[in-house]
């Protein structure tokens, strides 16, 4: 099972909400990963974590906080979203810091 | 810093005809060099990993080869349903990968 899963599918959220993102992965893996990406761009790098412990924040606003409560499990807790903000959050998984398994991803709208 | 470019940016094709992807990075050592496909609205979907120059994989009318500068993402008699963007991928420090920006493909019945 190569399987990496994402709730919810779609969120709609006001720049006053607290929401949160989920990831999981029953694989095993040892590093999980989020990705913002906006349209007609690649992904770009937000949080890698390794062993459950948070190892690059690639300089993100503190509106997005990254947490990993088991080995299976990531989320990431949003508060005072901005429009721009607005994009497909992925989440994905790797055995070996190398090939990335990606989830379908939360396409996000800020209103 | 790791830089990735691929070209062209976009690729459309007549079913059957054949073509090529290009990939080109510039990195300080390389650990491996990714290749993923994306359809819209969905996640990437992991293709190869090529770790050396000469090495080449293949899967179905994908085959993807690499060099010291680049690497090629050839797709052999291509159908509609190789319709999607082609994401190329390179590792250079430990646990971070950078993306190129794609080449999407798309393929004319």
Known sequence: DTEVTQTPKHLVMGMTNKKSLKCEQHMGHRAMYWYKQKAKKPPELMFVYSYEKLSINESVPSRFSPECPNSSLLNLHLHALQPEDSALYLCASSPDFETQYFGPGTRLLVL | EDQ??????????????????????????????????????????????????????????????????????????????????????????????????????????
């Open chain 2, 4 to 109: 990735v470019t691929q070209s062209p940016e976009a690729l459309r094709l007549q079913e059957g005809e054949s073509s090529s992807l290009n990939c080109s990075y510039t990195v300080s050592g390389l650990r491996g060099l990714f290749w993923y496909r994306q359809d819209p609205g969905k996640g990437p979907e992991f293709l190869f990993t090529l770790y050396s120059a000469g090495e080449e994989k293949e899967k179905e009318r994908l085959k993807a080869t690499l060099t010291k500068k680049e690497s090629f993402l050839h797709i052999t008699a291509p159908k509609p349903e190789d319709s999607a963007t082609y994401l190329c991928a390179v590792r250079a420090s430990y646990q971070k990968v950078t993306f190129g920006t794609g080449t999407k493909l798309q393929v004319i019945p």
